[in-house]
């Protein structure tokens, strides 16, 4: 599509949508082929007392809830399973083996066909920026059975586009309550920044613990709901103000808050793309609609409508990419070196100038908007290729595949000290090399192939660069985003005991950093940054050793062999 269509196309959707934003989408590259002021990003300190703390407490109960719910889904699933079993068994065996080797073929490529902004801006309509005529709650403490939502609950779940009164109790404060009244009025009245004001005091209130108008009888998920629930509010008045950035630590608090609930994680998706992040955006989505589906969400067009949001993130992605190429590739059965030496030539052919390293990730199950059906079992796995114009650019993912917690630095000792070109060269190749590229492989990856916090841990460790060269305004919204990431992962796979206190620990110093807490203890993950570089410089040191042992070897081979030849000529 030519320029001048785009600029048509966005002023198009700028008179009907005149209050949303509209970033600059790529719309002329040709896809490729693929299967507040500074002040203001900062969470006022009174509100991490009440909320960040609970969020802590409440890391192994939400873990344990989760279970639960996920144990009722794959039974399900079992059931849904040997159904479909008990049919095929009645039909020609014929088709099914013609299915199978479709989905076992690794040379078929599933194309992404492009989707027009309006659709997207459309999806944003329906699902994010709702107009509610009533001060509504997004509760997660009824979720831990279906059975026992309440009737607002259950009322949502029938009908998602429809926000819910929630009257039942516990009640909120009545103050609260006039403050959240007041900003709904502001935002129905287009009058956003008045609205995102009002939100503030609401904030500001529920802080000071006036959320529930008994604050000793509320639990911590109620508290922390509404809070969410505030926050949310504050993301999408910021968003219809044209300011994104001022959006995205409250996108990220909301789901430290409630990361049950699926509007949260689609919200975080608009921010993304309104920063035109969209590797980023393309996972928000997917967990969006894993999150819908997971919490008892069955309406197919609030699920097709995330998809195709999830679709166009990641066309846009793929379509921005310059120093990489990308290829999914179906399959049913375990991926043989044949058959991934196959999907290397296609690639090879497909893609000529991605070809200096290519990467395919054996170990994780990729996942396409096209195809996903979280009701099916098994789901439709992918087999992902990168491709890269130069070697550096990918040669860190084998380090990824290699290791448990990897560490990403050149620094060549692990104990000295780094000097400021050391921090900058490492904080650019961090975020502008390691961090794209791991955002990518997780967009279609809902559980991970590598470690359990991938992806979590290199942002945890590029916010502590940050700090060094003192950016509290990016590190703040680093760390957000790796909380949000963090409170959502008992979500979306299961985590050993060990890991879960791992978990725990990250999300304390997380708080911690942000509330500015002054201990003499370091943070975990520069704890881990640190065993990283011990690791890596025994692996230099084995290398070296290996390499002088060859050398030495292959010099008395050469001095055995003079010997011998002097020897026979004497």
Partial sequence: MESGSSRSLANTVNRVHPDQPVPNINMSKKMPTSANPPSSLEMPHETKKSCGDKQVEITFERIKMTKSIKEKQSNDLEKVAWRRKAEGEEKPAG???????????????????????????????????????????????????????????????????????????????????VALKEASLCYRQKKYAVAAGRFRTALELCSKGAALGKPFEASAEDIASIGSFIEAKLVICYLRMRKPDLALNHAHRSIVLNPAYFRNHLRQATVFRC??????????????????????????????????????????????????????????????????????????????????????????????????????FPLQQYLLTLGFKTKEDGKFLEKVARRKLPAFTEHKTPFGLLTREDIVRQMETMGKQILPILDFIRSTQLNGSFHTYSGVMEK????????????????????????????????LQDISQQEAELLQSL??????????????????WNSIQKVGRIEDFLYQLEDNFLKTKKLRTARRQKTKMKRLQSMQQS
């Fill in 507 to 524: 999300m304390a110093d997380a708080m911690d950093t942000l509330e500015r807490r002054r201990h003499d203890k370091e943070h975990v």
């Fill in 275 to 376: 920063l035109e992040r969209y590797s980023e955006a393309a996972r928000s989505a997917m967990v969006a609609d894993y999150m819908f589906w997971l919490f008892g969400g069955r309406e197919q067009c609030i699920s097709k409508l995330i998809k195709l949001y999830w679709q166009a993130m990641i066309e846009e992605a793929i379509t921005r990419a310059e120093s990489f190429s990308v290829l999914y590739t179906p399959f049913a059965t375990k991926i043989g070196a044949d058959k991934v030496g196959k999907v290397k030539e296609v690639f090879t052919k497909t893609h000529p100038a991605y070809v200096e390293y290519i990467y395919t990730d054996l170990q994780g199950l990729h996942v396409l908007p096209q195809t996903i059906n979280w009701l099916s």
């Fill in 460 to 491: 945890l460790q590029y916010a502590s660069l940050l700090s060094q060269l003192q950016r509290v305004k990016e590190q703040s919204q680093v760390i957000n985003q790796a909380m949000a990431e963090l409170a959502t992962i008992p979500y």
């Fill in 95 to 177: 088709k099914k083996e013609a299915k199978i080797t479709k989905l076992d073929s690794p040379l078929i490529t599933l194309p992404l066909p492009h989707i027009p902004l309006k659709s997207i801006m459309d999806v944003e309509v329906k699902l994010v920026y709702i107009d509610e005529e009533d001060v509504s709650y997004e509760f997660v403490e009824s979720l831990t059975s279906p059975g026992n939502w309440p009737t607002s609950q259950a009322a949502e779940m029938a009908d998602p586009l429809h926000v819910p009164n929630f009257n039942f109790r516990p009640q909120i404060d009545k103050w609260l309550q």
